[in-house]
């Protein structure tokens, strides 16, 4: 059974931080692609940061360049969103999305609020 569980988020203080992570299991971690969504109320789920199956590229949204940082640990499975200066436009449900070719999964999100 394909998983992927979503943790670590919660509420944080304008310019606080948060490590998300994303378990996998059910699958071969090693030969998907992983990256981060976000989706705030009343807006369209956007990517926020992508790394290769090897761990050898990243990309990220310009609204997040500088401030954020996607990882991968093969022998955890697991993907992880450093999250540093945080914006209360930064709030939304995050998405842990894994990827290879034709073949997607989705966790459940996790809600981050940044708030004072």
């Known amino acids: 059974q394909v998983q992927l569980v979503e943790s670590g988020g919660g509420l944080v203080q304008p310019g606080g931080s948060l490590r998300l992570s994303c378990a996998a299991s059910?699958?071969?971690?090693?030969?998907?692609?992983m990256s981060w969504y976000r989706q705030a109320p009343g807006k369209e789920r956007e990517l926020v940061a992508a790394i290769t199956s090897a761990g050898d590229s990243t990309n990220y949204a310009d609204s997040v360049k500088g401030r954020f940082t996607i990882s991968r640990d093969r022998p955890k499975d697991t993907v992880y969103l450093q999250m540093n200066s945080l914006k209360p436009e930064d709030t939304a449900v995050y998405y842990c999305?894994?990827?290879?070719?034709?073949?997607?999964?989705w966790g459940q999100g996790t809600q981050v609020t940044v708030s004072s």
């Open positions: 999305n894994a990827r290879q070719t034709a073949r997607a999964y």
């Open positions: 059910g699958f071969t971690f090693s030969i998907y692609a």
